[in-house]
């Protein structure tokens, strides 16, 4: 692998813009010779000038970038160095509080363990800690390797050993190369973990303080099963739809069907897109690891995600065939979708440690907060996992369904009534199709409770209380509707029709504006975007906008399609609760890019485990901190946007706050070689 390829890939992507400027450097190189005079037209003396002039500018610009490093590096062991300082003190202060406790209870007694929840916080904060170190190191590595590479092609090129000798005054010299205190630090807490959490037991130690590898692997037998599910799933896939047109079902079945399979294929295909999502993050250097606080030892990959989408796909389909053929098999037809969701709720709800348990109590935690809102702190995932389930309406409808109908129907073999659990269901339903809106409201609420801000959390709980408007109307429209010739005699039905133009405009402002930050006025070359961009291609960008657009008044086309009797209703919910789900998908890429972005701007690449507890005071600031709009910085009004901050000189910049200065941290950086 060439290096230019290895740095890429092990790079902490939120520290991006601090390494050596790698491809940027090698570009010059090649410029300088492919500009030089022909050997064979020209003096030595000129060719000579030439190389020095480009010289000149070549180390100019290599000592640009070694006091980047420098600096950087420097101020992150300074944290580093706070950060264990603060960790050691916390431990030492429990240590002596257990032995207190354990002193007056049991009389004198040494070595008392500490209480298991505090024994708990205090080994996963020591374990993000490391990995903040093992980056930290990893990044002292990469840029001097970078350095040695890049003067090495450079004698090279120029058949010169000025960059052997720079490389050595400069480079080798230089304070993030011969400093060794994260080294050392690295040690120490191992030794303290070892030592004080761990019982001496040093492999258990370095089992939680593992570090996964920086750059991510791929199981080949995870991807062989990926493409064996999926290939089958594509061969069943067509089996059903040939043996569907073959199978004559007609009426109410048909209706039921459609109703009871549509809702699990829905949740297949965003739990694959979710995978998609994954690999796109990853690929582009989107840190959703933290961005999600996922504990970045343990986590789930795109390929697990795109393997189990493609084994429910499975278990889909011969469901399916199942229910075509339940005739043959004898067997009722209609305990085929409901074996089906059952088998898909066993999977989520299985309590034991097997199939992904940590991945499932994450989603199960964080689906318990987000029911519960708002009585519990939000956070990003908390928020993230609401605006799913809002994408997701007609899938949670359809379950609301499912469930309706077997209470209801009272036969395994024919479906009766399909309208009496949907178009006669006038309380039910209705207030099921509110609950993702319900939930991303109360957190909204939540945060404005938390945070004080009415803007942007109050201004957003009120885009999704036009949900609210449109279902109400909706739901109005069509209890009123046997009582008008036309639909468009029912007032209710423009009332439902304003509300949607209403909502509809509005998520859509909030979408681009707010939770991508596009169409910043700074965004320079990048037209209606914003200054910054992560993704390879501004199309992308473009394309979404253009999607999101359509997509948010997908309703319009639906109503006009249905009312001239063009396409059934249920065949128009299917394809537009397709296509909500893949609308998601592609908001998910902006959103998180811009919450990465914001978690650049801070250098923020671990999780910060605090195990102080906070007051409230502390709390709200560190809220208000969190919340600059909504989480993201690109969403700066005309009033309140920060004008833009002079680079000063690196020289001039102080290594270490005046508050976090520590005499025991010695930084000795010559600035005269620099």
């Known amino acids: ?18 390494y050596i400027n790698y491809e940027e450097m090698k570009a010059m190189l090649y410029l300088a010779v492919e500009e030089a005079p022909s050997v064979e037209s020209v003096e030595d003396d000129v060719l000579k000038r030439h190389f020095a002039n480009f010289d000149e500018n070549f180390f100019h610009y290599c000592d640009k970038e070694l006091k980047k490093i420098n600096t950087f590096y420097s101020e992150k062991l300074a944290e580093a160095t706070r950060k264990f300082a603060t960790l050691n003190a916390e431990l030492k202060t429990s240590i002596e509080e257990s032995e207190r406790s354990a002193k007056k209870s049991k009389g004198h007694k040494k070595n008392a363990a500490l209480p298991e929840r505090k024994a708990r916080e205090l080994k996963l904060a020591f374990s993000e800690f490391y990995l903040s170190l093992i980056l930290l190191q990893n990044y002292q590595n990469l840029n001097h390797t970078g350095f040695r590479k890049i003067l090495k092609k450079h004698d090279k090129l120029l058949r010169v050993d000025s960059g052997a000798k720079w490389r050595q005054e400069y480079v080798e010299a230089s304070h993030f190369f011969t400093n060794k205190d994260i080294d050392n630090i690295i040690n120490e807490t191992e ?3 070892t030592g004080e959490l761990e019982g001496g037991d040093r492999q258990r130690a370095m089992k939680r303080l593992r570090v996964p590898p920086l750059g991510e692997q791929q199981s080949p037998w995870t991807t062989f099963k990926v493409g064996l599910f999926s290939g089958s799933f594509i061969v069943l896939g067509i089996v059903v739809v040939l ?10 079945n048909l209706k039921v069907t459609f109703r009871l399979y549509r809702g699990p294929l829905l949740i297949i295909e965003f739990i694959f897109l979710i995978g998609v999502n994954i690999y796109g993050w990853r690929s582009s250097g989107v840190n959703h690891v933290l961005i999600f606080e996922l504990d970045p030892r343990n986590h789930l990959s795109e390929q697990h995600l795109m393997e189990l989408a493609a084994i429910f796909g499975v278990v889909w389909t011969l469901s399916m065939l199942s229910f075509l053929y339940s005739a043959s098999l004898a067997i009722p037809a209609f305990i085929n979708p409901l074996t089906l969701t059952l088998i898909m709720v066993l999977f989520l709800a299985n309590p034991f440690h097997v199939l992904h348990h940590d991945a499932r109590f994450w989603l199960w935690r964080i689906t318990g907060r987000c029911l519960a809102a708002p009585f519990f702190h939000v956070g990003f995932a908390d928020f993230w996992l609401g605006d799913q389930l809002n994408s997701l309406v007609t899938a949670i409808l359809d379950f609301e369904y499912l469930i309706c109908f077997y209470f209801t129907n009272g036969n395994w073999t024919e479906a009766r009534d399909a309208s009496i659990c949907m178009e006669k269901d006038f309380i039910i339903r209705p207030i099921v199709n509110c609950l993702p809106a319900w939930f991303r409201f109360a957190q909204c609420l939540r945060r404005y409770r938390d945070s004080r801000e009415a803007f942007p959390h109050l201004v957003n709980a009120g885009k999704y209380s036009t949900t609210f408007l449109v279902v109400i109307f909706a739901t109005l429209k069509s209890f009123n509707s046997p009582n008008y010739a036309s639909t468009f005699d029912n ?19 909030w979408d681009i504006k707010m939770d991508w930050g596009l169409f910043d006025k700074n965004a320079s070359e990048n037209t209606f975007l914003r200054e910054e961009v992560v993704y390879s291609s501004t199309g992308f960008y473009y394309f979404a906008i253009v999607e999101d657009l359509a997509l948010r008044f997908i309703w319009a086309l639906s109503f006009y399609l249905t009312e001239m009797k063009i396409v059934s209703s249920d065949i128009m919910t299917s394809i537009t609760g397709i296509l909500e789900v ?24 671990v999780r910060d485990i605090s195990i102080a507890p906070l007051d409230s005071s502390d709390q709200a600031l560190i809220l208000r901190m969190m919340d600059e709009g909504d989480g993201v910085i ?5 009033t309140n946007r920060p004008k833009p901050k002079k680079v000063k000189d690196p020289e001039k910049r102080s290594l270490l ?11 000795d950086m010559d600035s005269k070689k620099l």
């Open 1 to 18: 692998m060439k290096f230019a390829e290895h740095l890429s890939a092990h790079i902490t992507p939120e520290w991006r813009k601090q």
């Open 191 to 193: 030794t303290t973990v």
């Open 243 to 252: 043996s569907a047109i073959f199978h004559e079902i007609s009426g109410e």
């Open 491 to 509: 007032p209710y039905t423009w009332l439902w029709i304003i509300a949607s133009i209403v909502s509809s405009c509005y998520a859509y402002t």
């Open 582 to 605: 893949f609308r998601r998908f592609v908001w998910n890429f902006f959103r998180l890019e811009n919450e990465h972005l914001n978690n650049c701007g801070k250098f923020r690449a």
């Open 634 to 638: 690109n969403r700066y009004t005309k």
């Open 657 to 667: 706050h005046p508050r976090g200065s520590m005499p025991d941290l010695r930084i």
